[in-house]
């Protein structure tokens, strides 16, 4: 007759019962509005337990959306004191080539492209099961940590920094240890632009500053006529990094403690573009178009079929189109589980699943049937509508070109309307040559970063391989995205160099495994990758969430119908 401890459905009420009987209050899962609602109504006089989530983010594969959000209303709050991720660590078993455990000989492991090989539930026959649910921590079983990692970093960070008026110079630092002083550590900073000007880069003295208390740092630097000079030509930003300045029992001299970044101007608007090249009608009903520095063909369906500048190889292995699925991650619904719908044991893990829609509407499948193609003033216009294999339509593809001698203008409008309730991407899509391997990106990084998960990501000019760009889930899923872009460089690996600059903030993603691959394997040691590289260039992507065993993705990061916009000059970055 002992009492269960187990996860219930919790009210503003229920929070509150129980203070003759508890410590603390321990919710599991709750949602953000539920626990801002206990802390803005409940004083300490009348109820002195603090508020601490026995659970509150599942970290099953690419998961720990809203971290962030949860953190502020922690720090914001009376009595709010934290919570308990689960879990620290995925619970996989490694196997060697025959599928046998390993055990602890740890160099019998089973290595493939797509990662070691991990077995998690019914991979040995096991039954009843529950899949891959002991997958979900924030480290992989051999302890490397997942990218929700960094945004664990930055969302519990001890050292905070804000300014009301970063471009005046003047910042106030808090020191929110609890017990330590400031004295191990060293405070730099380095100031970038994303313009081509080189960063700029310092050090500031520190006090002694005892826990709680907070000092101002002024940095005389910033108004000056040099560097305002670099903040009226690009987009400026100043970042601070808190690091160790000896080592301690947990961390080495040099480890970041803490961070906090700060937009100094925004980017300059880019002039309207004005036609200097024109396209030539074919035959076949394509447009074609060769200047000295390019030559690029937009078929007779009005896409981007190819483009070539000179001295490089041709970009495009498929046309530029409409990009409206991604391969589903575990929180969006769990693949595994596919066959036991419908069973009521197994209603959990399908109740009110974000994929369901996506794989009715077979949104990796839609097509555009073009309506419209015509120049105007020196501008390509085509219309398209959206429609998905059962020949629902869910909106229309505008596209708009305009030429110049050396670059591209591209913009499109698409306008979704109320057929599929939400989204998980809206964007552009293409296949290049696989040489097309490497990028260079001015927008959040280095690692992974989504909607609702992007606090631990900074600003900067980051290159990638397309393997650095692949995240090794035990259970392939969507993975890779990069967001707040304002340029992305593609390189051929030779002299081949593209560029794509927007006035618009995009993201991106660039997978060497098929979307169809990521969703028919169930193991990251299984994946064979494509004969091609697959580019993702978003207008909206949905955030992460962490549905697999709490809330959804916050309706501010979910991706509705309407119009969204992308537009992109186009260039030789050579």
């Known amino acids: 007759n002992r009492p269960e401890w187990g996860q219930g459905s919790h009210t503003l009420d229920s929070l509150k019962r129980g203070k003759f009987a508890t410590d603390i209050i321990a919710p599991m899962y709750p949602p953000i509005s539920l626990i801002e609602a206990w802390d803005h109504s409940t004083e300490a006089n009348e109820d002195g337990r603090p508020l601490i989530m026995c659970e509150y983010s599942h970290a099953m594969g690419n998961s720990n959306g809203s971290l962030g959000d949860y953190w502020r209303t922690i720090r914001s709050s009376r009595g709010i004191?934290?919570?308990?991720?689960?879990?620290?660590?995925?619970?996989?078993i490694a196997v060697d080539e025959q599928g046998k455990p390993v055990?602890?000989?740890?160099?019998?492991?089973?290595?493939?492209?797509?990662?070691?090989?991990?077995?998690?539930?019914?991979?040995?026959?096991?039954?009843?099961?529950?899949?891959?649910?002991c997958l979900n921590g924030l480290v992989l079983p051999d302890r490397r940590p997942k990218p929700a990692m960094a945004e664990c970093l930055k969302a519990q960070q001890p050292i905070h920094i804000k300014s009301e008026h970063p471009?005046?110079?003047?910042?106030?630092?808090?020191?929110?240890?609890?017990?330590s002083t400031l004295e191990n550590l060293v405070l730099r900073y380095v100031i970038f632009s994303e313009g081509e000007a080189d960063s700029l880069e310092g050090e500031i003295a520190l006090p002694l500053l005892e826990s709680g208390a907070s000092t101002e740092i002024v940095l005389p630097l910033i108004v000056q006529p040099e560097l305002q000079?670099?903040?009226?030509?690009?987009?400026?930003?100043?970042?601070?990094?808190s690091s160790l300045k000896e080592a301690t029992p947990w961390a080495e001299a040099g480890h970041l403690v803490a961070w906090d970044e700060f937009s100094l101007s925004s980017a300059p608007k880019q002039a309207f573009p004005i036609p200097q090249a024109y396209l030539e009608k074919q035959k076949d009903g394509s447009y074609h178009l060769e200047t000295e520095a390019y030559e690029a063909t937009i078929t007779a369906d009005g896409l981007l079929g190819s483009l070539k500048f000179v001295g490089q190889r041709e970009l495009l292995a498929?046309?530029?189109?409409?990009?409206?699925?991604?391969?589903?991650?575990?929180?969006?619904?769990?693949?595994?589980?596919?066959?036991?719908?419908?069973?009521?044991?197994?209603?959990?893990?399908?109740?009110?699943?974000?994929?369901?829609?996506?794989?009715?509407?077979?949104?990796?499948?839609?097509?555009?049937?073009l309506v419209d193609l015509h120049l105007e003033e020196g501008q390509l216009c085509s219309e398209h509508r959206i429609l998905t294999p059962a020949n629902v339509?869910?909106?229309?593809?505008?596209?708009?070109?305009?030429?110049?001698?050396?670059?591209?203008?591209?913009?499109?409008?698409?306008?979704?309307?109320?057929?599929?309730?939400?989204?998980?991407?809206?964007?552009?899509?293409?296949?290049?040559?696989?040489?097309?391997?490497?990028?260079?990106?001015?927008?959040?990084?280095?690692?992974?970063?989504?909607?609702?998960?992007?606090?631990?990501?900074?600003?900067?000019?980051?290159?990638?391989?397309?393997?650095?760009?692949?995240?090794?889930?035990?259970?392939?899923?969507?993975?890779?995205?990069?967001?707040?872009?304002?340029?992305?460089?593609?390189?051929?690996?030779?002299?081949?160099?593209?560029?794509?600059?927007?006035?618009?903030?995009?993201?991106?993603?660039?997978?060497?495994?098929?979307?169809?691959?990521?969703?028919?394997?169930?193991?990251?040691?299984?994946?064979?990758?494509?004969?091609?590289?697959?580019?993702?260039?978003?207008?909206?992507?949905?955030?992460?969430?962490?549905?697999?065993?709490?809330?959804?993705?916050?309706?501010?990061?979910?991706?509705?119908s309407g119009v969204h916009r992308l537009s992109f000059t186009i260039s030789s970055s050579h």
Not at 81 to 92: H, L, S, T
Not at 167 to 179: E, V
């Open 167 to 179: 471009a005046s110079g003047r910042f106030l630092l808090t020191n929110a240890m609890d017990f």
């Open 103 to 133: 055990g602890l000989n740890h160099a019998a492991v089973s290595t493939k492209e797509g990662g070691n090989a991990w077995r998690y539930g019914g991979d040995f026959g096991d039954k009843p099961t529950d899949f891959d649910f």
């Open 81 to 92: 004191q934290g919570g308990f991720i689960w879990d620290w660590v995925e619970q996989g």
């Open 393 to 560: 339509e869910l909106g229309s593809f505008r596209q708009h070109w305009v030429f110049s001698s050396d670059k591209l203008y591209y913009s499109v409008n698409i306008i979704l309307n109320d057929q599929v309730k939400e989204y998980p991407r809206v964007g552009l899509k293409c296949d290049l040559d696989k040489t097309w391997s490497s990028c260079r990106w001015f927008g959040l990084g280095p690692g992974e970063n989504y909607p609702d998960r992007k606090d631990g990501s900074a600003m900067g000019d980051y290159y990638a391989h397309v393997d650095e760009l692949y995240e090794p889930y035990i259970v392939p899923q969507d993975h890779g995205e990069r967001t707040q872009l304002r340029r992305l460089d593609l390189f051929d690996g030779d002299t081949g160099g593209v560029r794509l600059r927007s006035s618009d903030l995009f993201s991106f993603a660039l997978h060497k495994y098929s979307l169809q691959e990521l969703w028919e394997k169930l193991h990251a040691d299984q994946l064979v990758a494509d004969s091609v590289n697959h580019l993702y260039l978003d207008a909206a992507v949905r955030g992460v969430g962490t549905a697999t065993c709490g809330p959804d993705t916050l309706e501010r990061y979910r991706v509705r």
């Open 229 to 241: 000079l670099m903040m009226c030509q690009a987009q400026t930003f100043i970042r601070f990094e």
């Open 318 to 369: 498929s046309p530029l189109t409409i990009s409206l699925m991604r391969c589903p991650t575990e929180n969006d619904g769990l693949k595994t589980l596919q066959a036991n719908k419908g069973r009521p044991e197994y209603a959990f893990y399908h109740e009110n699943k974000a994929f369901g829609p996506w794989l009715e509407h077979q949104l990796d499948a839609v097509a555009l049937k």
